[in-house]
């Protein structure tokens, strides 16, 4: 083969590379943008997704059940980047768990504090589990969602949430302490 030709297709592959999707969701790369290095601008129209979470408030380990979905039939997604950060920053917050196939935690600067796809089979909708962490800022889950290779939305938002101190963690002990000493004193007074 002609030493051009050969040193053409090189240079094409290594360009190929650089434009390259991950359909298996190692997007590390991404963590700090949040952007695919798809070649492509990402949309400025309103993303046909969403993301749900169960509640808008937050403890120290407390488990929020977090859903990407579509939010127009038959619009399903190929891939998504999934973080918690506190409003306006860039660090990610909390960790992940994930109980999907479709699903991978990842390591954006610390381990499971992002979640990505495995495949870039369609999807309709994603649940993942994140914890809280030990910050009071006000967080807010942010996912870049993919469509096709040169379709996709970044900063796709869940309501903010707010940091509740986990004090309805504690609840539940303190009122069983409460009611066992409350039985012990009435036992008591009653011999």
């Known amino acids: 083969m002609d030493s051009a030709l050969q040193t053409t297709i090189i240079l094409l592959s290594i360009c190929s590379l650089h434009v390259a999707a991950y359909p298996n969701g190692k997007v590390e790369v991404a ?16 993303a046909p997704y969403s993301l749900v979470v169960s509640n808008t408030t937050y403890g120290n380990g407390q488990s929020i059940t977090v859903t990407l979905n579509n939010t127009s039939q038959g619009i399903p997604f190929e891939g998504f980047l999934i973080q918690a950060r506190a ?32 495949s870039d089979a369609n999807k309709t909708h994603i649940q ?16 870049t969602v993919v469509q096709s290779a040169k379709v996709y939305w970044v900063s796709v938002q869940s309501p903010k949430l707010s940091y509740s ?27």
């Open 165 to 191: 101190g986990g004090v309805r963690l504690l609840a539940p002990a303190l009122s069983q302490l409460l009611l066992g000493t409350s039985v012990l004193l009435l036992a008591l007074l009653t011999v």
């Open 87 to 118: 409003v306006g920053g860039h660090k990610p917050l909390g960790t992940f768990q994930v109980s999907d196939s479709a699903a991978q935690t990842l390591t954006c600067n610390t381990a499971n504090s992002a979640v990505s796809h495995t």
């Open 31 to 46: 963590c700090g943008t949040m952007e695919p290095n798809h070649g492509a601008s990402p949309q400025t129209s309103a």
């Open 128 to 143: 993942v589990t994140w914890l809280g962490p030990k910050t009071k800022e006000t967080i807010e889950i942010r996912a």
